[in-house]
T-cell receptor, first 113, second 113 residues
Framework: GEQVEQLPSILRVQEGSSASINCTYE??????FPWYKQEPGENPKLIID?????ERKQTQGLIVLLDKKAKRFSLHITDTQPGDSAMYFC????????????FGSGTQLTVMP | EAAVTQSPRSKVAVTGGKVTLSCHQT?????MYWYRQDTGHGLRLIHY???????EKGDIPDGYKASRPSQENFSLILELASLSQTAVYFC????????????FGKGTRLTVV
């Protein structure tokens, strides 16, 4: 079946530095790419998303880039803080207009003080 | 905030036994989903539903049944629980429009022994 590959699976950064997570998808018809943050014992929560009519989106220290040609999208967290430590999941819609999401395998981010 | 409530939050089941996981949403959402989370696999879709009294197979439906008796409620049923079904299960809901936020419950940790 369709897959979304997410790398790295583990990421450790120093407080104040940037963190980057990369995802690739298979279906060129995918048009919606959300990112979810999951803290220990909690439910995943949407932090930012991007649609295929955009190449870049930024909100509150988060930047998402989308390269449709390469079928690649990425999350960049600037000026990381200990509170950013969590599991992050990327996802891609199964097809254009589909309600179904395919999730990446997750990145465990640790921000070290 | 949109609310998705799962019960129980954790459960230990015996191999071969029947397990029912329940989910209730107060978001007035049409779509409901059951995901399974395993280390290294992210979130994988088991079953989903877009209307009461109807369910659809997701990416990994084998060994699971689903039931949507009303718009608010969506259950996941393991008729014959197996060791390989030990995982964390998340229920989620989303609105009628595609490419919108999916709201997750807090998860059910199921251990099959």
């Amino acid at each position: 079946g369709e897959q979304v590959e997410q790398l790295p699976s583990i990421l450790r950064v120093q407080e104040g530095s940037s963190a980057s997570i990369n995802c690739t998808y298979e279906n060129s018809a995918s048009n919606y790419f959300p990112w979810y943050k999951q803290e220990p014992g909690e439910n995943p929560k949407l932090i930012i998303d991007i649609r295929s009519n955009m190449e870049r989106k930024q909100t509150q220290g988060l930047i998402v880039l989308l390269d449709k040609k390469a079928k690649r999208f990425s999350l960049h967290i600037t000026d990381t803080q200990p509170g950013d430590s969590a599991m992050y999941f990327c996802a891609a819609s199964k097809a254009s207009g589909s309600w179904q999401l395919i999730f990446g395998s997750g990145t465990q981010l640790t921000v070290m003080p | 905030e949109a609310a998705v409530t799962q019960s129980p939050r954790s459960k230990v089941a015996v191999t071969g036994g029947k397990v029912t996981l329940s989910c209730h949403q107060t978001n007035n959402h049409d779509y409901m989903y059951w995901y399974r989370q395993d280390t290294g696999h992210g979130l994988r879709l088991i079953h989903y539903s877009y209307v009461a009294d109807s369910t659809e197979k997701g990416d990994i439906p084998d060994g699971y049944k689903a039931s949507r008796p009303s718009q608010e409620n969506f259950s996941l049923i393991l008729e014959l629980a197996s060791l390989s079904q030990t995982a964390v299960y998340f229920c989620a809901s989303s609105g009628r429009e595609s490419n919108t936020e999916v709201f997750f419950g807090k998860g059910t940790r199921l251990t099959v022994v």
